[in-house]
């Protein structure tokens, strides 16, 4: 290994050996532990050991190892906020009797055939309109997950339906924070970028669409879901809470404070408190019940089975083991960007690249592979946005299709990875591990495998536009100038 400086920046080539052996040592700690279903915050954590040893003996100070943790830590902090406060606004919601309601009025108005293309619509139109996957699931995606339940649908398939909805917004909508992202790391113009996108997204959501219409209907004849535990369930519904379209109003109002660009701290905060009224105002609790249940969560103790199971959830603990993974995956992220070591990796595969296929593929593949190292989509599209930036711009590519593709790569595959902050939190919230429900999530994969089709096909390839050529009489005073 080479002996870097002590005291050596962020800029400093790092070794290509430590670069390679911390990238080996990642992916065999993951593949060893898994199998035998070691907690991955353990593996994790292994693996950090890993790297930090790896680092010191390449040359970097220990102290200097952990500013660059740190620096990680800051630069996620909103995000690790929104892990407590989701708890929080969901533990409330369910003491208030908001996500209840929720239940009540969609078991009425979906059947098994229509419920999942109909989830996906709703979540695709609330993450739009809103800029936020994660809020999107923390509200509308809880309460599909218990009418799923009810209506016989597997949870990893109704887990899978939430995510592919609520990421096609946080790709598409010009108020999300990865859509700007992307578009600023690459130097396209934002609606651009917009454009860009739909050409390979309106084909893989109508093919979602498709897919989830023939799952659902797969249930529907099935008939496992019976109309009787339906009315069973609204019957205990009303027995046991108070249901109004009143309580649906904390939604609303959090779906307009997203609007009106509200930060999402402040929004789900107050969507929290709005849910304490509802619990003390609507289903006449003491106040303290309905502030300990932001934090413990809501316990159902109805007496039916099925409700108590759908119920007992939310709360600022039960999101505490996210948390820590999180915390974890940044960490390790933070490291191998900051000191240099994925970038050594990566630039070696680029220059094996021939083909725009091919350097799609590789974009594709990178945003993914960087996002289970570092753990944070906004870390894989800042780096790769860097890194493949000039090869796209050399091949006279627009930067639209760059940015496009570190979508495609690091948005969309995200959720699909457990220790990612996406993946921590989605499987947090919904109940269901990202092992389990990725193999549903259908927009998430089928738009990635799309773009690499249509790259190597000729199609939704965005040129630059040509440089123009000098004029003649240009040429004419140049020479006779001479």
């Given amino acids: 290994m080479s002996s870097t400086p002590s005291n050596a920046s962020s800029t400093t080539q790092p070794s290509k050996t430590a670069a390679y052996s911390i990238l080996v040592l990642i992916i065999a700690t993951l593949a060893a532990g898994m199998p035998y279903q070691v907690d991955i915050k353990i593996l994790l954590l292994l693996a950090l050991t890993f790297t930090v040893l790896i680092a010191m003996l390449d040359g970097w100070r220990f102290t200097l190892i952990m500013d660059k943790m740190r620096s990680g830590i800051v630069r996620a902090f909103p995000a690790l906020c929104i892990f407590i406060l989701i708890g929080a606004l969901i533990g409330s919601w369910i003491q208030g009797g908001v996500i209840q309601t929720l239940i009540f009025y969609g078991l009425q108005i979906l059947s098994p055939a229509f419920f999942l293309p109909a989830g996906l619509l709703v979540c695709s139109v609330v ?131 997203s609007l009106l660009r509200v930060p999402a701290l402040i929004a789900l905060m107050g969507g929290a408190l709005l849910g304490v009224l509802c619990s003390v105002l609507g289903q006449g609790d003491a106040v303290a019940s309905a502030l300990n249940a932001m934090n413990s969560g809501y316990v159902s103790h109805s007496g039916v089975a099925t409700l108590d199971t759908l119920l007992n959830r939310g709360g600022i603990i039960n999101m505490m083991g996210t948390f820590a993974l999180s915390f974890m995956a940044l960490c390790l992220g933070a490291l191998l960007d900051e000191l240099g070591y994925l970038r050594v990796a990566m630039q070696g595969l680029l220059q094996q690249v021939k083909r725009l296929g091919s350097l799609v593929a590789l974009v594709i593949g990178a945003c993914f592979v960087t996002n289970g190292l570092m753990g944070e989509v906004y870390l894989s599209i800042i780096v790769n946005g860097n890194l493949f930036r000039q090869e796209f711009a050399q091949r006279g590519l627009q930067p639209a299709m760059l940015s496009r593709t570190l979508e495609e790569g690091a948005t969309l595959t995200g959720p699909l990875i457990p220790w990612t902050t996406a993946g921590a939190f989605m499987g947090g919230v919904l109940g269901v591990s ?48 001479e």
């Fill in 127 to 257: 993450s739009l309109a809103t800029g936020t996957s994660w809020g999107t699931a923390g509200t509308m995606g809880v309460a599909f997950m218990a009418m799923g339940q009810v209506l016989g649908i597997p949870a990893p398939i109704t887990a899978g339906m939430v995510v592919s909805g609520a990421f096609f917004g946080d790709k598409l909508s010009p108020l999300s924070d990865t859509t700007n992202l992307a578009a600023a790391a690459t130097g396209a113009d934002l609606f651009a970028h917009i454009r860009s996108m739909l050409l390979t997204t309106v084909p893989s959501y109508l093919l979602s669409l498709v897919a989830f219409y023939a799952v659902g209907r797969h249930y529907h004849l099935a008939q496992s879901a019976s109309s009787t535990q339906v009315s069973e369930l609204l019957q205990a519904l009303q027995q046991h809470f108070v249901i109004s379209p009143w309580l649906l109003l904390p939604i609303v109002a959090v779906l307009l404070m």
């Fill in 434 to 481: 990202a092992f389990d429900y990725a193999p549903y999530t259908f927009l998430n994969l089928i738009n990635p495998l799309l773009a690499i089709v249509f790259a190597f096909g000729g199609l939704a390839v965005l040129r630059a536009p040509a440089k123009p050529i000098p004029s003649e009489p240009t040429k004419s005073k140049l020479h006779s100038a």
